[in-house]
């Protein structure tokens, strides 16, 4: 079964840092390039971060710039997205998604694999 998994969300005051990681089985992620998305309630999904297959693109929505950091570790199937000075407007359920040749392109375009999501509170 090809699935990806997220994992890390939890509940974090503002200013605070998460770290939420991708984990792939069934395939192997180091041919897909993969992106961060996230959907906050009432909002559509927004891309968030992605980094191609090599590791050598790194794509941020403006929202996100200085703030997040997309990673890979390819030996371990997995990629991470760390996530400092959270604001409550980072608030959302996370996704992490695997496509091949995606990042870059307009975040509309990625379909390939999901996950089912890790949900992120900022609040006091």
């Known amino acids: 079964q090809l699935q990806l998994e997220e994992s890390g969300g939890g509940l974090v005051q503002p200013g605070g840092s998460l770290r939420l990681s991708c984990a792939g089985s069934g395939f192997t992620l180091e041919f897909y390039d993969i992106g961060w998305f996230r959907q906050a309630p009432g909002k559509g999904r927004e891309g968030v971060a992605c980094?191609?297959?090599?590791?050598?693109?790194?794509h941020y929505a403006d929202s996100v710039k200085g703030r997040f950091t997309i990673s890979r570790d390819n030996d371990k199937n997995t990629a991470h997205l760390q996530m400092n000075s959270l604001k409550p407007e980072d608030t959302a359920d996370y996704y992490c998604a695997a496509d091949p040749y995606s990042c870059g392109s307009s975040w509309s375009a990625w379909a390939g694999y999901w996950g089912q999501g890790t949900q992120v509170t900022v609040s006091p």
């Open positions: 980094i191609d297959s090599s590791g050598s693109l790194l």
